[in-house]
């Protein structure tokens, strides 16, 4: 079994400061873990993913997750937010194997970027 | 590379109709297909998975006879909601995953927005 917890279904920050989503799973078995973008009424673009490789991923558009097994977190940050990150943000994990690899998707984090 | 289209982006259709919604793989060959539904300001819910050329698998508390997935070909999937009623209006998207690729891989498509009246 596997689960995603994403700590706030909103986010508000100023243009330039810091970006912070946090994503916490739970899997039976070690997971992959992604963050996925989504614009209104588009489908999901991937930002990054955690294949157990490095614990800190670099994504697209600057941001990056950092993958930390004792917290069981995947948390994303950007540095300085642009407007243009205004969006949709889901983590999802993806524990089993082979063709059992689903994902699961947390709630889902909507950022607002203000001027 | 690994572009993956809906279509149509948005129908309308009529309490009592079926409508029938295109998922295609334009430039890889996906194996399995996947079909979720997203409510607003919800998450994705899987409903079902399709590998091409044997039936879908659908999720717990998911009617198959009224979501119906075909995955004829590597390059198609279709969703049908049969007998569609207003709470059936939801976003749709699906995703596609190539043989060759990770098992994680998937693509997502645009999503497709049905309004039921």
């Known amino acids: 079994a596997q689960s995603v917890t994403q700590l706030g279904s909103h986010v508000s920050v100023s243009e330039g400061a810091l970006v912070l989503l946090r994503c916490n799973y739970s899997?039976?078995?070690?997971?992959?873990l992604f963050w996925y973008v989504q614009y209104p009424n588009q489908g999901l673009q991937l930002l990054l993913k955690y294949t157990s490789a490095a614990t800190l991923v670099k994504g697209i558009n600057g941001f990056e997750a950092e993958f930390k097994k004792s917290e069981t977190s995947f948390h994303l940050t950007k540095p300085s937010a642009h407007m243009s990150d205004a969006a949709e943000y889901f983590c999802a994990v993806s524990g089993g194997s082979g063709s059992a690899r689903q994902l699961t998707f947390g709630s889902g984090t909507q950022l607002t970027v203000l001027p | 590379g690994a572009v993956v289209s809906q279509h149509p982006s948005r129908v309308i259709c009529k309490s009592g109709t079926s409508v029938k919604i295109e998922c295609r793989s334009l430039?890889?060959?996906?194996?399995?297909m996947f079909w979720y539904r997203q409510f607003p300001k919800q998450s994705l819910m899987l409903m079902a998975t399709s590998n091409e050329g044997s039936k879908a698998t659908y999720e717990q508390g998911v009617e198959k006879d009224k979501f119906l997935i075909n995955h004829a070909s590597l390059t198609l999937s279709t969703l049908t909601v049969t007998s569609a009623h207003p709470e059936d209006s939801s976003f749709y998207i699906c995703?596609?995953?190539?043989?060759?690729?990770?098992?994680?891989?998937?693509?997502f498509g645009p999503g497709t927005r049905l309004t039921v009246t």
């Open positions: 430039d890889f060959q996906a194996t399995t």
């Open positions: 995703s596609a995953r190539g043989g060759g690729g990770e098992a994680y891989e998937q693509y």
């Open positions: 899997s039976s078995v070690p997971p992959y």
